[in-house]
């Protein structure tokens, strides 16, 4: 779990998506905020009014009056092998297990939220992924950015020709989806 508690004070103004409901709202210079976790390179922040945001990664520099945030995405590989060496499914999986719920410090892969993820490969050896995801709740209005996550992180892999991900709520989730380390993270076993 990442959770710094960090309190920081935004050097310029910067938009953020309000949690849960998904609608954008600017966050004003010199508002201070508590990092509530940095995971998947974006971040989700606590105001003292009560409100939470995730903030992009490409505004990781709002976050410190210094040089900002590092906003690195992906973990390193646990071998040492760069991701030119794996499969293009692998590569594809890896960039779903960086995409993070921002309420929830796990990834989307081991929420149990990607129920389906089909790689093809063109006749000029590129690929076409058809994605079916899920969300927590289907009224949940962070449904969008978890897509647009899913679709730009594809989009920029090497080879990656097209992308569609398609929501879909049946089955229904619910916790038996989640992967043990998931439970065991969030304190469900």
Request: hydrophobic letters at 40%; proline letters at 4%; charged letters at 25%.
């Amino acid at each position: 779990m990442n959770l710094d508690r960090e309190v920081l004070k935004l050097n310029r103004d910067v938009v953020g998506i309000q949690i849960p409901s998904g609608t954008s709202g600017m966050l004003a210079s010199g508002t201070e905020v508590v990092l509530m976790q940095k995971l998947g390179g974006n971040f989700t922040v606590y105001t003292h009014e009560g409100m939470m945001y995730r903030i992009d990664a490409k505004d990781a520099d709002a976050l410190n009056s210094g040089a900002g945030k590092d906003s690195a995405a992906v973990p390193s590989d646990k071998n040492g092998a760069t991701s030119m060496n794996k499969t293009m499914e692998e590569r594809v999986w890896d960039e779903l297990r960086s995409c993070y719920d921002p309420e929830i410090p796990v990834n989307i892969v081991e929420l149990g939220l990607i129920y389906q993820c089909k790689l093809e490969q063109n006749a000029d050896g590129t690929y076409r992924a058809d994605v079916q995801m899920t969300l927590t709740a289907p009224g949940c209005g962070m449904g969008d950015v978890l897509k647009s996550d899913v679709l730009t992180k594809l989009r920029n892999l090497p080879g990656m020709a097209s992308v569609n991900v398609d929501m879909v709520f049946d089955p229904a989730w619910d916790q038996s989806k989640m992967s043990e380390a998931a439970k065991l993270q969030l304190g469900l076993m």
